[in-house]
């Protein structure tokens, strides 16, 4: 369960940042603001009632406004994928570059940026924009130095690999809406052997490199591509494979609303039939043979230890996922302990309920018994949707005692398409497009109804949708006088810290009134518990696969399948997964702060509305702006 959303703009790896908010699994390379870092903000908070709002400083600040907004369109126009993703149509019949050229000239545009930024007069700053300039000059830092690790990832793997982008985006993000759209939709299809012949090269260099996938990432990917190639018309007397499914359903709203007429929706059918029979499928062949061909090199050693100096990138990611600077050592104990109070927290549960047995046993008893799922049926499946968007219905009217701001964009719940759902997580959220025309999107993966628990329905509900991802990366988008580069941008500790908090605050208004539902809560924070262990297992501590799932298995009430996939996660996303459990303590740790200090002037309320109304930020920033919060209610 996890957002889509990148503050990386780094062009090594461009098309991450796409895939991380395409899929919701991403491994964000988000920036950590240093403590040591000189608070340009905070040493900025009192200028805005100080400072003369002479015609200097209106400029100052105009001008700041108006290069943050001109560094973000720059980074933008680079992405025809990403500028779809927002809802634009610039460059919506290209695909983006994946070339050594771009990734070079990307960097000396973000140092031509950085420089440019450095010609502010920090001094004449409001706190707003000395905010967003600390926060887009750690960005442009990190892309800098980032630059040496740009081969570090996998650009064909089960999470968020390119192969299953290119249908995803098609089908859920490339609107229809004229014969233009059309063709561009068809072009792109044309052009994927192009697309993936990039993406081939850099795969190779990786290997070069050292960095190749362990084995059991091919088996994923090879079967994934083969499914997006099945169906007609790549099969005689077959249904329409999804891509031409989903493309004839927009044609046909054409052709209803009479922009095109009946000939020519038929005409551009005919048209992506030819593309996908020809160029589409030679794509994904190619890239099936090229993959068999590496697997037989492969090795089951999974950790980034084995790359090139990967205890090195592992302990950067660490402080890129988390915003702070714990270590993995840190970070692994604390997964221990945590893991040890949810226990102790579920024992009491199992006791409420008069389990008789130990929690092992009450585990297997959640993990096996029926009446905790639905047929894996698509009348179960039907009924799992249905029942999750009455959740969040439910909750809907008492938004009112937990915020004061709520998004204007609406909410829908939808299942994970056929074609990347074996690989897929088990939930994920799409924020809406930036103009509001598509809906936020709440992702559940119901190809095995037994990885989806009716007990764990409630959290998750909450987590995804509302009050979880939603309401921040909506609200986020609905932000006035806020750059847009922090209206789309994320850090995963921030983002997914909420995300886990959202599962928690419902509890304490009393919701989770069944003790198995309660019980699903703690299940899905355990899981984040473990997170902590198993990732930094993994990469730091030479864990192998098999010792990941079993961990999980032996501490939660998940099912095996649960826990390989997720290992299998940990594995080519490296540290992203740490970042749930260390946001969601440190902002309870800062709200229990305010309520000791402000005592009965406490408004949960106001807490929340300060928690969001910046925008994603690390850690420390968010400290920092709840102890000026805290300050301040104190003066009044």
Request: with cysteine; aromatic share 10%; glycine share 4%.
């Amino acid at each position: 369960m996890n957002v889509i959303l990148n503050r990386k703009w780094s062009a090594s790896i461009a098309i991450f940042a796409f895939l991380t908010m395409l899929f919701g699994c991403g491994s964000e390379q988000s920036p950590v603001v240093d403590s040591a870092t000189t608070d340009v903000a905070a040493s900025n908070a009192d200028n805005q009632q100080t400072a003369p709002q002479d015609t200097e400083v209106r400029q100052e600040n105009n001008r700041a406004n108006d290069m943050f907004a001109r560094f973000f369109e720059e980074s933008v126009a680079r992405s025809p994928m990403y500028q779809t993703y927002l809802g634009r149509k610039n460059d919506n019949d290209k695909w983006d570059n994946l070339s050594e050229e771009y990734e070079r000239e990307t960097l000396e545009m973000h140092k031509r940026q950085l420089a440019e930024l450095h010609t502010l007069k920090l001094d004449q700053l409001h706190a707003s924009e000395a905010l967003s300039y600390e926060l887009m000059r750690q960005d442009l830092e990190n892309s800098i130095a980032d630059f040496r690790w740009r081969m570090h990832n996998y650009p064909v793997e089960q999470m968020r690999g390119t192969h299953s982008a290119v249908p995803a985006l098609l089908i859920n993000q490339h609107r229809v809406q004229d014969l233009a759209d059309a063709k561009a939709y068809i072009n792109r299809v044309k052009t994927v052997d192009k697309f993936f012949a990039q993406m081939r090269e850099g795969i190779d260099e990786r290997a070069a490199a050292g960095i190749l996938p362990p084995k059991f990432v091919f088996a994923h990917v090879i079967r994934d591509s083969l499914n997006i190639i099945k169906g007609a018309p790549f099969e005689d007397n077959a249904e329409d494979n999804a891509l031409l499914s989903d493309f004839k359903s927009k044609v046909k709203t054409l052709v209803d609303t009479e922009v095109v007429s009946q000939q020519k929706g038929d005409d551009l059918i005919a048209s992506l039939e030819k593309a996908l029979q020809t160029e589409f499928k030679a794509a994904y062949e190619g890239l099936v043979d090229h993959l068999r061909s590496l697997e037989k090199t492969a090795t089951t050693d999974d950790g980034v230890w084995k790359w090139p100096d990967g205890e090195a990138f592992y302990s950067v990611a660490l402080q890129r996922m988390t915003t702070t600077d714990m270590t993995a050592e840190d970070i692994h104990q604390l997964g221990l302990s945590e893991v040890a109070r949810i226990h102790q927290e579920m024992t009491a549960i199992k006791d409420q309920v008069e389990f008789e047995g130990d929690l092992k046993a009450f585990m297997q008893f959640m993990r096996d018994d029926s009446r905790f799922y639905y047929p894996d049926t698509e009348e179960g499946k039907q009924r799992y949707l249905s029942e999750a968007t009455e959740l969040i219905n439910h909750l809907k009217p008492r938004l009112d005692e937990l915020f004061i701001t709520k998004p204007k964009a609406e909410l829908i719940v939808k299942a994970v398409e056929p074609f990347r759902e074996q690989s897929a997580g088990k939930a994920f959220y799409q924020r809406p497009s930036e103009d509001g025309s598509r809906p936020g999107i709440y992702y559940a993966n119901l190809y095995d109804m037994k990885s989806m628990p009716i007990y764990q329905m409630e959290a998750l509900a909450y987590h995804e949708g509302i009050p979880g991802h939603h309401m921040q990366l909506a609200i986020a988008q609905e932000l006035k006088d806020v750059p847009k580069f922090r209206k789309h941008g994320g850090y995963t500790a921030y983002t997914e810290g909420w995300g886990l908090y959202s599962e928690y605050v419902p509890k304490e208004i009393g919701l989770y009134s069944d003790p198995y539902s309660d019980f699903g809560r703690l299940a899905m924070e355990l899981w984040r518990a473990c997170r902590l262990v198993v990732d930094t297992g993994v990469h730091a501590k030479k864990w192998t696969r098999e010792q990941g799932i079993d961990y999980y298995v032996s501490n939660t009430p998940n099912s095996v399948w649960d826990a390989t996939k997720m290992v299998e996660r940990h594995i080519v996303m490296p540290g992203q997964a740490t970042a749930y459990k260390v946001g969601m303590l440190k902002i309870l740790e800062l709200r229990e702060n305010a309520r000791t200090r402000l005592g009965e002037r406490f408004d949960i309320r106001a807490y929340h509305d300060e928690v969001l109304k910046f925008g994603a930020v690390p850690l420390n920033v968010l400290q920092r702006i709840i102890d000026e919060w805290i300050e301040k209610q104190l003066r009044t």
